[in-house]
């Protein structure tokens, strides 16, 4: 079976140029047969160079649009004008530098300064995100306009990939888009999504976590490896070991389903991407038991449920306390009689 495998790369400028100065790197992609997802975090000549070399090798590159930090750095619910923005001044650069694309990358997370802020004004974050959850009427204007991002990315000749938290199966789930609101994301139909799997993220249960969701992912995210945006709760995470890697690997292989490595500055760092070339993919890996991890996903899609429908609920609980009600007053009518 062959193993597509893409590399996150999210680099500034120069690190960029410094990192693809080395050939072996591009001779380790080209044997992989590998493709890469290419952070773009600014429209720099320097980073137009790297894409140009990459072209001319035949490694396919698709572009994983980036906003400014002050906009919120990935997209989400309250930055979609942004968003939209950045891909007409993408598209132009593109255009003047003769850049070719696999793909385009549309990173849906949370607005990264509430993450920075969490810390030290917990309460403004979360009063932010209350209000996010009362407030339907943003979310569907957000929605559709990243519906019609997808649609002009589409009429531009290109496919559309989506970068998502697992969470967001949940939320999908349980019919609900409670999760999304709080955490400021939003659902698009793209034509690949991929659910970022970080099992550095869920220790100690970071491979139950994997192989909980990969069944009914379309492409799974691995790491992190090294590299990348530390704020909030992603700060001084450990890095993947060599070990936890290669069982992360065979585990998203196992399922059948394109895997996406974070990142590739991370593997060249740790000296895992040479050892790939030579990576036995046979090999046997013990699957994770999943059942805590599946009664607290089914908790949680059924409490989103609940928050998705409140009317509902109150109907069940008025009709809890009615019987309740309704029993105590026929037994209180029961004494009288007597």
């Known amino acids: ?15 960029l140029k410094k990192l693809f100065e080395d050939r072996f790197v591009f001779d380790d992609l080209k044997t992989l047969h590998a493709g890469i997802s290419l952070g773009i975090l600014d429209l720099s000549s ?3 160079n790297v894409v140009k ?56 997370e949370s607005d990264i300064n509430e993450l920075k802020r969490f810390t030290d004004e917990r309460g403004a974050v979360i009063q932010k995100a209350l209000k996010r959850l009362r407030d339907t009427k943003a979310y569907h204007n957000a929605k559709k306009a990243y519906e019609a991002l997808v649609a002009q990315i589409h009429a531009d000749g290109y496919l559309v990939e989506s970068y998502h938290f697992p969470l967001i199966v949940d939320d999908r789930e349980a019919g609900s888009t409670v999760l999304q609101r709080v955490a400021g994301l939003v659902e698009i139909a793209v034509d690949r999504e991929v659910l970022m799997l970080y099992s550095s993220f869920f220790r100690p249960h970071g491979h139950s976590v994997l192989w909980s969701y990969a069944q009914k992912a379309q492409a799974i995210g ?15 995470v450990p890095y993947l070991s060599w070990d936890e890697f290669a069982t992360d690997l065979r585990l998203a292989r196992r399922s059948g389903k394109p895997i996406y490595v974070f990142s590739l500055e991370g593997c060249v760092r740790q000296g895992f991407l040479p050892r790939l070339v030579t990576f036995d993919w046979q ?8 059942a805590l991890v599946s009664a607290g996903r089914s908790g949680l899609r059924g409490l989103l449920w609940a928050i998705e429908r409140p009317l509902v609920l109150l109907a069940g609980l008025a009709g809890v306390i009615g ?3 309704m029993i105590k007053s026929h037994g209180k009518s029961k004494k009288t009689n007597k």
């Open 1 to 15: 079976m062959k193993t597509e495998i893409t590399f996150f790369c999210e680099l500034p400028a120069q690190e």
């Open 46 to 48: 320097e980073r137009a």
């Open 53 to 108: 070399k990459l072209n001319r090798l035949g490694i396919p590159v698709t572009a994983w649009l980036l906003l400014p930090e002050e906009q919120g750095y990935w997209f989400n619910l309250g930055n979609h004008a942004e968003a939209a923005s950045r891909y007409q001044a993408f598209k132009v650069w593109s255009e003047e530098n003769q850049l070719e694309w696999a793909a385009i990358g549309l990173d849906i």
């Open 222 to 236: 691995i790491g992190n490896t090294g590299g990348g945006i530390q704020a909030g709760a992603l700060e001084n």
């Open 283 to 290: 090999a046997e890996v013990e699957l994770p038991r999943t």
């Open 323 to 325: 019987t309740v009600l």
